[in-house]
């Protein structure tokens, strides 16, 4: 059983940067991957980025690709998303995620645990 825990959302102007914390329970959180989505309002969950286990192999979406920056640290059981250069756009609710690999967590074929979400805002 995983738990997970969103914190650093908030409200922010187009051009700022905020950065996301993911904070996990359980032993396995190193031996999986962990990712990022997001839903605004009156929209499906979008895949935003992931990294692996061993934080070697990361993915963005083509959206968020050069301003955001996914990273871990195994040791704290913590995944961080920076997110630099924020747009209107960029407005939804922030979820983490945990799946067995990258390839799993961007297909949203096999996700096996959710946080309950953190609201971005970037006014312009």
């Known amino acids: 059983q995983v738990q997970l825990v969103e914190s650093g959302g908030g409200l922010v102007q187009a051009g700022g940067s905020l950065r996301l914390s993911c904070a996990a329970s359980?032993?396995?959180?190193?031996?999986?991957?962990t990712g990022w989505f997001r839903q605004a309002p009156g929209k499906g969950r979008e895949f935003v980025s992931t990294?692996?286990?061993?934080?070697?192999?990361?993915y963005y979406a083509d959206s968020v690709q050069g301003r955001f920056t996914i990273s871990r640290d195994n040791a704290k059981n913590t995944v961080y998303l920076q997110m630099n250069s924020l747009k209107p756009e960029d407005t939804a609710v922030y979820y983490c995620a945990v799946s067995p690999s990258v390839a799993a967590m961007r297909s949203q074929r096999e996700i096996n645990y959710w946080g309950q979400g953190t609201q971005v805002t970037v006014s312009s």
């Open positions: 990294i692996s286990g061993s934080g070697s192999v990361t």
């Open positions: 359980g032993r396995r959180f190193s031996s999986n991957a």
